[in-house]
């Protein structure tokens, strides 16, 4: 199988997209702000590129099994979250909660990350407020956007963690 996972935003939607991957082919959300090459720290924006697949994080609470994977993979737990506050040591980085700077919950109330794939996007090096949390997750219903990342429905995530390995890459671009 390849070791891609292409992800092609709409030109007339930018906030959608399709996400394919050998047989696989679904519609997924991408950002608020559509895809751009130059990615801002809250800009809504889903970068455009090519980022490897860091680690999945994942419920335990909220699955029966073990989700298969061959991903290296975490579980989240209540003092999970991720720095996005350009200003600090810790920003694009997973944080200990309480943190004293701006950062997202891990754990959420809703379903949206209950499998969160850890991009590597501005992550090696790090540039302050080039952009951070970039993942792929549970979607919205109705396909919402996100904040900037990628995001499948439940089903279509567990499909895809099934076959995909840490030598894939995630490719986002924009349909021609």
Do not use: Q
């Not at 696989?24 to 455009?48: F, I, N, Q, S, Y």
């Not at 290296?72 to 700077?101: F, Q, T």
């Not at 754990?107 to 090096?125: K, S, T």
Request: hydrophobic share 40%; aromatic share 6%.
């Amino acid at each position: 199988m390849d070791d891609v996972i292409e992800v092609l935003a709409e030109p007339r939607r930018p906030n959608r997209g399709i996400l394919r991957y050998g047989s696989l082919l679904v519609p997924c959300a991408l950002g608020r702000g559509g895809v751009r090459a130059e990615k801002r720290e809250g800009d809504g924006a889903t970068p455009l590129g090519t980022f490897p697949l860091r680690r999945l994080w994942f419920r335990a609470d909220r699955f029966a099994e073990p989700v298969k994977c061959r991903l290296p993979m975490r579980p989240i737990g209540r003092e999970d979250g991720w720095c996005d506050d350009p200003a600090a040591a810790a920003y694009n980085r997973p944080v200990s909660l309480p943190h004293p700077a701006g950062h997202e919950r891990m754990w959420r109330d809703d379903d949206l990350y209950d499998l969160v794939v850890e991009l590597g996007f501005n992550d090696d090096p790090i540039v302050p407020g080039a952009g951070s949390a970039i993942f792929l997750h549970v979607a919205r219903e109705g396909y919402r956007p996100t904040e900037g990342c990628v995001a499948i429905t439940r089903l279509d995530l567990l499909r895809l963690l099934s076959e995909i390995g840490s030598e894939m890459r995630l490719r986002i671009a924009a349909m021609a």
